[in-house]
């Protein structure tokens, strides 16, 4: 998951709205968003080569999304695969923050990464490269493969785009929340970030939504979480910037 713009908190209708991509290389096997067979209170995406997932949500209401942290200078291969964050913490029933303060002694298991977990009445953010915490402040945001709401192009305009639609919108369409992250518009070089995979690379990945020979966005996902702890979960995926399927799915919360 490569970008994931959400807001908590900040609308009459919702409490959590999230609108989110997530690019991957198109070689690697991926199932789309199901009830897992194998743990049925959990709705996400399944990774086919390391079964984890990169955004997901269970039946109580527990919520995680993960990113890659990008920086070439950093070691990628490591003992533990980073998709299985997201699985342990919507199987676990531990608090988030000490969900956390576990991950946190583990996290030199892992390559860089950032990691939204908890639900739609607080969220928290974490990553292993400074290996801190907190919890999200209301309002809007966004996360790519640096830290929370850090103002790369696509982060900046990501969040902005997702903020004006839901201020002057009381009702929430999905297909305007879709319409934002499949924006391919690419960065100007002179506002490109730079992270050290030089400025080709940098601008095919600047767009919210990416397109490129060999990597770009395999799906999209669009969760909301109202007022009545309903949940609308719809997801898009594609091949090669080509759509492909579209899965909704609805259920109310259950509270223990």
Same mark, same amino acid.
């Given at each position: 998951?490569?970008?994931?713009?959400?807001?908590?908190?900040?609308?009459?209708?919702?409490?959590?709205?999230?609108?989110?991509?997530?690019?991957?290389?198109?070689?690697?096997?991926?199932?789309?968003?199901?009830?897992?067979?194998?743990?049925?209170?959990?709705?996400?995406?399944?990774?086919?080569?390391?079964?984890?997932?990169?955004?997901?949500?269970?039946?109580?209401?527990?919520?995680?999304?993960?990113?890659?942290?990008?920086?070439?200078?950093?070691?990628? *291969?490591?003992?533990?695969? &980073?998709?299985?964050?997201?699985?342990?913490?919507? @199987?676990?029933? =531990?608090?988030?923050? /000490?969900? #956390?303060?576990?991950?946190?002694?583990?996290?030199?298991?892992?390559?860089?990464?950032?990691?939204?977990?908890?639900?739609?009445?607080?969220?928290?953010?974490?990553?292993?490269?400074?290996?801190?915490?907190?919890?999200?402040?209301?309002?809007?945001?966004?996360?790519?493969?640096?830290?929370?709401?850090?103002?790369?192009? *696509?982060?900046?305009?990501? &969040?902005?785009?997702?903020?004006?639609?839901?201020? @002057?919108?009381? =009702?929430?369409?999905? /297909?305007? #929340?879709?319409?934002?992250?499949?924006?391919?518009?690419?960065?100007?070089?002179?506002?490109?970030?730079?992270?050290?995979?030089?400025?080709?690379?940098?601008?095919?990945?600047?767009?919210?939504?990416?397109?490129?020979?060999?990597?770009?966005?395999?799906?999209?996902?669009?969760?909301?979480?109202?007022?009545?702890?309903?949940?609308?979960?719809?997801? &898009?995926?594609?091949?090669?910037?080509?759509?492909?399927?579209?899965?909704?799915?609805?259920?109310?919360?259950?509270?223990?």
């Amino acid at each position: 998951m490569c970008l994931i713009n959400f807001q908590l908190h900040d609308h009459s209708n919702y409490k959590l709205v999230i609108a989110a991509n997530r690019d991957e290389f198109y070689e690697r096997p991926t199932e789309q968003a199901h009830y897992w067979k194998d743990d049925p209170d959990i709705l996400a995406g399944r990774d086919l080569l390391l079964m984890g997932t990169w955004l997901g949500i269970t039946k109580n209401g527990r919520f995680a999304a993960l990113t890659n942290y990008r920086d070439p200078k950093l070691e990628e *291969k490591r003992e533990s695969s &980073r998709g299985e964050i997201v699985t342990d913490y919507l @199987q676990s029933n =531990k608090t988030s923050e /000490e969900f #956390l303060n576990g991950l946190s002694k583990n996290r030199e298991n892992y390559a860089g990464f950032n990691v939204l977990i908890g639900d739609s009445e607080q969220l928290f953010y974490y990553n292993n490269i400074q290996d801190e915490y907190s919890r999200i402040s209301h309002g809007t945001h966004a996360l790519s493969n640096h830290f929370l709401n850090t103002p790369w192009p *696509k982060v900046t305009k990501g &969040r902005s785009m997702l903020n004006d639609y839901l201020q @002057q919108n009381r =009702k929430v369409d999905i /297909e305007k #929340l879709f319409d934002i992250v499949s924006n391919a518009e690419e960065v100007d070089d002179k506002d490109l970030p730079e992270t050290g995979v030089g400025v080709e690379l940098e601008r095919k990945l600047s767009p919210l939504f990416i397109r490129t020979p060999d990597y770009g966005t395999r799906s999209s996902t669009v969760v909301l979480i109202d007022h009545n702890n309903h949940v609308t979960f719809a997801e &898009r995926t594609y091949e090669k910037g080509i759509f492909l399927t579209e899965n909704h799915y609805t259920f109310d919360i259950k509270k223990d």
